[in-house]
Each structure stands twice: as structure tokens, then as C-alpha cells.
């Protein structure tokens, strides 16, 4: 793979739940977002890693996970910042040089969200995927 268009792909997700509680995403909010992953991207994620989750994390994991395909539990890894097994498990997959520091890399340049979300979209684009956009301002007007 050559060109980061091509490497879009397949996809590893990186999410840090570093202070993570209950109330930052109501169940429904996560069922709904693992229902657009599985329905609108299949195959474009091969692993889901989930860093630094707090304790009442996988109390929650246990429930939401039933609303995964087991093809999709299945690619979800967690993974602790401080924990070595963890670290050498990341050193494998990434090159520690351009992983972001929040993920035990040592990359500190944070991410252009703007250029990231034009390549997404140009991407979605090239799969056919609808995209749906809501105007915030226009909606918080109303309120």
C-alpha cells in the first residue's frame, strides 16, 4: 500500500477511554454508533483497540458487546498504557515512532482534525457511502 487513500482500507481504531464514565456515552449512543460501524463500514476495521479503560468500563463492555456481531467482539483488544504484555503487543502492530504518545507511542504531534475529516469524506465518497450532514448551527439556533 502506497498511498494513505489505499491504506484507509483497512482500518485500526484507536480509542483512549482515559476518564471515561458511564454518563460520557449513554447506551444508546453506543449501540447506535456499533450499528452504523457494522452496517455502513463492513470489513474496514480489523482491529478496535481500547486503551486506558477505566474498571466500570467493562462492566459496560459486558453489556454492549452482545449488540456486536461476534465477528466484530472479536476485534476489539484492550490494551493498558502501563501494562508491558500491552506495550509489546502495540510495538508489534505499530511503528512506536509515529504512534501518538496517548497510545504509548512516541509520536506528540497531535492530529489535523479538518485535513482528517475532508480525507474520510473523500473516502466515504469513493465507497458510495452516504454521508449525512447536520448544520449545528442552524440547529442550536432553534433552542
Not at 476495521?45 to 456481531?69: C, D, G, M, Q, Y
Not at 480525507?119 to 458510495?128: F, I, N, Q, T, Y
Amino acid at each position: 500500500m502506497n498511498s494513505a487513500d489505499e491504506q484507509e482500507e483497512h482500518v485500526t481504531w484507536l480509542i483512549d477511554l482515559r476518564g471515561w464514565s458511564i454518563s460520557s456515552t449513554p447506551l444508546s449512543t453506543s449501540r447506535e454508533s456499533m450499528h452504523i460501524v457494522q452496517n455502513y463500514y463492513p470489513g474496514i476495521i480489523a482491529v478496535a483497540i481500547l486503551s486506558n479503560t477505566p474498571r466500570i468500563f467493562e462492566s459496560f463492555w459486558k453489556i454492549i458487546k452482545h449488540f456486536l456481531e461476534a465477528k466484530m467482539s472479536e476485534k476489539v483488544k484492550f490494551l493498558y498504557t502501563n501494562n508491558p504484555e500491552s506495550h509489546k503487543i502495540v510495538s508489534e502492530m505499530f511503528d512506536m515512532d509515529l504512534l501518538e504518545t496517548a497510545f504509548g507511542g512516541r509520536n506528540s504531534i497531535t492530529i489535523d482534525i479538518d485535513n482528517y475529516a475532508e480525507r474520510m469524506r473523500r473516502s466515504d465518497l469513493a465507497r458510495g457511502v452516504l454521508i449525512i450532514q447536520t448544520d449545528i448551527n442552524l440547529i442550536s439556533r432553534h433552542h
